[in-house]
């Protein structure tokens, strides 16, 4: 692989002219610095005065920042000399943080920094009012263009920032940067999916927290910087610290209220927010199927309005009814093979009721009765290689495959998938799938199977992909549809997250949630009443429609309202089979925001006008133009791969911030900018940090290297 251009021989750098040495020097030797640091009007005027006593070259140039990387440590030596023998005047202080601050646009500057303690020279001056400004511009900056480690470390100061805005409660300034901050430096702490660790959730102090950014958000006169930072902040804590949050009902009612914005940046992140919030305090969904008590509902018989509903769709397509007769079908079959032991007619039989619903095959074994006892047991000595039913699947397929007719070797792989994921390992279930669209690409089956698994960018491909197949089943159709309801609005809700508008991950994102709501309401229309999915689908469309249409959204909910009704039945529909709804994440998403929508809109209603003033994103949402962006996303994308990983920035609600305009190069794989990035030695056009960002980046870089 081309190597940094380090093979060559380097060049020797310029010397910077010192007027230290290495030695400590005595405070005498700065009277004078000391004088014009006086005299000196404003903090640019002190900075500049600081810069040509340390003769430091000019920072606002990339030439200038290079020859600091090539004696950064007799530079950062120098400054140092001057911040310890004047550690008590806070003009001098004041102006060294400055100079980090401009060296901190440079990223790999800005790492050393960080390591030699700059956060510990950069707190002390927030509690000075002199310096607070200055301090609270260098912790925003370090903190917005600085890596997890940085922000982490800076969430640990959170209980000085939130101090000092507390004590300054009409200081609009100080907290715009207060609150930006502890928005970026928060949610690398504590907004990921492991637990944090203790310290940052204390530094953090939720409880206090929640009402201080609340207060700042709802005063007159607040940027807009001010108010996409305070909702960033406030959706960090809702994972790991749900309680607290769930005991704050304004910051749920602000959250809820954010979905009418005209914003479709706010929207998203109020709903991932609540999303999240519901997360670790939810139930798993329903997994597996009693058919006793399936038998018993009939038996009982159902409300004369669900037998409408049923009627009025075709009782004989209906779930309840698909998944009596094939579980009957089932036990037939199995019973007929214990007759004949003609294991490829069972198979046969298999494949049908595979594809008619889901759980079509219900587990069982061949009984006996015990002459001796009278106790009833399983028959293990009936000649058939396998005791309970759902063990036969293997031999099944595997007596297809001997028979080697063409056509069937479909069968034989879906009902070796089907056997895998009966027994929860979908990975192997994935992979039959995968072996099978090898052969047969339009078996839209495997494309289901695929679905489960955890990837979900090649989930949602194989749902879209599986959708266009020529022939399937009700059942299997209205699978693929809920699986990629599931899978887009997730994906949907994380890119936009994580991107800002106009980029491609943006416009995926809006094109993910479009998609998962067309498909949301292609299933509510379209699938059976009593489908055990029904309930899911429906969490999703109600939450999409909100957060899609935002302020058209009539605030009674009344165009909801035939989708709410619907839900109803179908948890009547749910406990009538035995299973009491489960209190899943959409689930309790879904009723906090339609308990608390209408009082929410009416309560924050001035505040969300505020977020309307200057949008981040203005243009109105195609579906022309989104479902061309989705086939764009489908057509990049390979099935046996996964996305490849990306670097991206965490994304913000303002441009960057930079205390320094110098041009920068980017590093060509996780984008940091530096003077002192490293030229492949193939192209010559490719920088890079270090080696590491080299190799990471060479599978995409080597063909145009070697072009």
Known sequence: MPGPRGKTKPKKPKPIVNVHSVARVPSDEFIGLVDDIEGADGWNTRVKVLCEFLQLPDLSRRSGLKRVHANFNEVYHNIDDVYVANIRNEKITGAIVGIYTKMCADAILRDK????????????????????????????????????????????????????????????????????????????????????????????????????VIDFMRKPGVTIQLLHHGLELLTHPVLHCWSECKADAPLQNLLVACLRSADLTVRVSALGGLLRLEALSSEEDQR?????????????????????????????????????????????????????????????KLAELITRTEFSIAEGGFQMQDPRTGQIELNRDIGLPFIMWSDALPHCARAIREKGRPGEEDLADMITAKFFIIRSRIPDAIEAAKRGLQRNPKFAYFYYVITLGKDHCEGLRSAKKGLKCPKMTPFVRFGLLHRAVELAGNLG??????????????????AFLMSAMEDAKAYATEAPPDARHMKNVLYWYICL??????????????ELQVALKKLEYADEFSILLGTVPPKTQLRLTQQNIVKRYPTA???WKDLIARFDEVMMDERPISLEKAEDDLAAWLDDLHLDQGEEGEHHPQRCSHPRVSPNTVALYRC?????????????????????????????????HKAACRS
Not at 150 to 164: A, M, N, T
Not at 545 to 558: F, H, R, Y
Not at 678 to 692: L, N, T
Request: include cysteine; glycine fraction near 6%.
């Open 601 to 603: 809109v009416q309560e």
């Open 493 to 510: 809700v994380c890119r936009i997250q994580e991107s800002s508008p106009g980029d491609r991950k943006y416009d995926e994102g809006v």
């Open 288 to 348: 597996h199927f009693d058919p006793r008590k399936l038998i018993a509902a009939i038996e009982r018989r159902f409300p004369d309005h669900l037998v409408d509903i049923l009627t009025d769709y075709g009782s004989m397509r209906c779930d309840t009814f698909l998944t009596m007769t094939s579980t009957a079908d089932n036990q037939k079959a199995m019973m007929k093979c214990a007759q004949d032991k003609d294991l490829y007619s069972l198979g046969l």
């Open 113 to 212: 920094l960080f390591q030699k303690g700059l956060v510990s020279k950069i707190t002390p001056l927030i509690e000075i009012p002199s310096t607070r400004y200055l301090a609270l511009r260098a912790l925003t900056t370090v903190t917005h263009h600085g890596g997890v480690d940085i922000r982490k470390e800076i969430s640990l100061e959170s209980p000085s920032l939130l101090k000092v805005i507390q004590e300054n409660p009409d200081d609009l300034r100080a907290a715009e940067m207060a609150i930006s901050t502890m928005a970026h430096a928060i949610g690398a702490a504590i907004n990921q999916e492991d637990p944090p660790t203790s310290k940052y959730i204390k530094a953090a102090n939720i409880k206090v927290l929640i009402p201080v």
């Open 668 to 700: 060509s794989w996780c984008g940091n900018p530096s003077a002192a990035l490293r030229k492949c030695s193939g192209c010559e056009k490719a920088r890079y940090c270090d080696g590491g960002c080299q190799k990471s980046h060479w599978s995409e």
């Open 545 to 558: 429609t909100l957060t899609i249409k935002g302020p058209e959204t009539p605030a009674d909910l009344q």
